[in-house]
């Protein structure tokens, strides 16, 4: 059953052509177009080159049209649906426009470019759609100079901040005279409207694009597109480009260059202002109003001339970002002049994916190379994910993982906020894939395998085993001459092939008995290794124990230690004490033996009641029962103390007699 492109359904982002170009190369051809008894093909089939080993499927890819080699700028022109897609931009007559987006997708060197932009021979699609454009309205295109009331109605409508100028004030003031100070300024104040150079050529540069110069072919002259009589149209161009997955404006690149050579570029945002709440634009662009197909021209030549390029082992003239080239058709009541309505034309130029090895590059060209084909990935992700959808699936296209995706897609969907759906219509897209039939198979065909609208695998067959023995013996013994196999032949493949199994039989049994020890082994290996846990468990629970006796013996000698010298210190203090009572006691019997002896006036008190023997019985008495109750209060002391040296040397001391006392005794 031979497939078939799904019906494109109203939710489908892009119709998808694939466009092959002429190749000079002696590789052999990997893509061929399948005949069809329809108009126009729409399948493809890759085969693998033959000299690849991987044994990879052969791959059938369904697209809308294919364009193959022979196919002209004109072809593809109409083929593609462009001229509707205009109409739909200009919008019938009582409605607004649509939206519309033309992008361009392939390999580096597959003819993106040459597409889109065309030749120093040709012209590309958008330069034809800039014709059909200008010719459809020329007779409705309002005036843009500055002071026209259309001027600035313009910019007020603008909705994405701007800096809104006429085309020939711009163009002068960057190939003119230099006359116009005060460029670039905002659209509230617009620079005033220079005189047009074009019919001037005495103030022209040198680097100046003519419009003469340019290719006039292939011509849309045929090409008629019906517009709404009672409006009048305005047609306003912006080019910017993402370069590492930021978005430059390209119409303001030559300006400020010319007097900030060393002012770097700044980024653009791309987000909702206060005028476009249900949708994003890219606000703070380059916006010029053309009235003009030749103006149109100059400031598409002047935006490439900005747009990063460089030079790589797979081409020559490598873009190094994606561009965008926008043209927004204003249009309005003629006689009423009510408020602009606005629909835009997108056409992108898609840098082209390179793989480094191929491309030689390094450094800044590497890192831009790696941009791109992360930017192409996501890209890819979100028509992948858009082609599964037609399917019946309900999945959330993934389009704001980077600013490409971001850029093409935000505005493909229906607005949400029901005040504005009316406005805003989805997008309609077309997407152009670009292949060469004999260049990078890898590359190419990763291409196709997103970007295509149905795709169907073809695996080779695997011949088995059984196969293989037959046809090998079946090519190594003789047939007859009628070609037919004779019976000793088909003996001896029997025989053969009873070999064969009998080798196969003996390997297998061989295989067993080595899964048999390896399995024998291996358990081996776990017994002893579990073995060896339980011994390590063991071992770390014995150092444990140790380790924590050892901690405790050390605890009880340093609380020994400690002990004994708190009682060494106490001890030391006591005798301490002791010397200074003896001290005492020897100087005050020193000072009474010398106060006796120098016949010191003694006072003697006597009790007139009393006699002195009394008294003197009294006084020993009192000095028994005092010594008596010292002595009870140091055996009370020493036995709350800790040491029994004291307690032996307290009840060991010497009694302690008066002498004086012992002389009134001897004397009595």
Known sequence: MAMEPPPRPSSSLFDVFLRLRPSNSASPRFLNVEETEAANPTHITIKPPTNDNRKRAVERFAFTRVFEEEAHQTELF??????????????????????????????????????????????????????????????????????????????????????????TAYLDSLYGDNQSERYPSRAQTPMPDCSSFITNPTSRSKNIPRPSALPQNPSVADIEIPVDPSCEYAIVISMYEVYNDRIFDLLTGVATKNKNPNLKRRALLFKSTEQSPDRKVVAGLTKIICGSFEEALMILE????????????????????????????????????????????????????????????????????????ESLMYLGQCMQMQSDNQDGSKNVVPFRQCKLTELLFSNSFPSHNARYTHHHHPQKSIMVVTADPKGDFNA?????????????????????????????????????????????????????????????????????????????????????????????????????????????????????????????????????????????????????????????NIKVFEDPELGLKERAEQLQRENEWLRAKMEGLEREGMARSASPVKRVRVLKAKRWEDPEARGLGDED
């Open 302 to 373: 002047t935006g490439l001339m900005e747009r990063k390029v460089a030079g790589t082992g797979s081409n020559a003239a490598s873009s190094r970002s994606h561009g965008f080239f926008c043209v927004e058709v204003k249009k309005r009541d003629a006689k009423r002049k009510g408020p602009w309505s606005s629909s835009t034309l997108t056409i992108v130029d898609l840098a082209g994916s390179e793989r480094a090895r191929n491309a030689k590059t390094a450094g800044a060209t590497l890192a831009e190379a790696g941009k791109i084909n």
């Open 444 to 600: 190419t065909s990763q291409i196709l395998r997103y970007s295509a609208l149905a795709r169907e695998v073809t695996v080779p067959r695997i011949p088995s085993t059984t196969s293989t023995i037959l046809s090998g013996t079946i090519l190594k013994h003789q047939t007859t001459s009628s070609g037919r196999t004779t019976p000793s032949a088909v003996l001896e493949e029997l025989e053969a092939a009873n070999a064969e199994i009998s080798r196969l039989t003996s390997e297998i049994e061989i295989f067993a008995m080595r899964l048999t020890e390896e399995t024998a082994r291996r358990r081996a290996a776990e017994q002893s290794w579990r073995a060896a846990e339980d011994h390590m468990l063991d071992l770390e629970q014995e150092i444990r124990d140790e380790c924590f006796a050892d901690t405790e013996a050390a605890v009880a000698s340093e609380r020994r230690r400690w002990q004994a010298a708190w009682d060494a210190e106490q001890d030391s203090a006591e005798a301490h004490l002791d010397r200074k009572i003896d001290v005492v006691i020897k100087a005050t019997q020193d000072a009474m033996r010398k106060e006796a002896k120098d016949g010191g």
């Open 78 to 167: 109409k083929g593609t649906g462009i001229v509707p897609l205009i109409e739909g931009v200009l919008g019938h007559h009582g409605r607004d426009g649509r939206d519309g987006l033309v992008a361009t997708l392939g390999v580096t060197g597959s003819g993106k470019s040459h597409t889109i932009l065309g030749t120093k021979s040709q012209r590309g699609l958008a330069q034809m759609t800039l014709d059909v454009l200008f010719k459809s309205t020329s007779t409705q295109l309002v005036q843009s100079f500055y002071g026209a009331p259309a001027f600035s109605s313009l910019a007020a409508a603008d909705v994405s901040e701007a800096h809104m100028f006429t085309a």
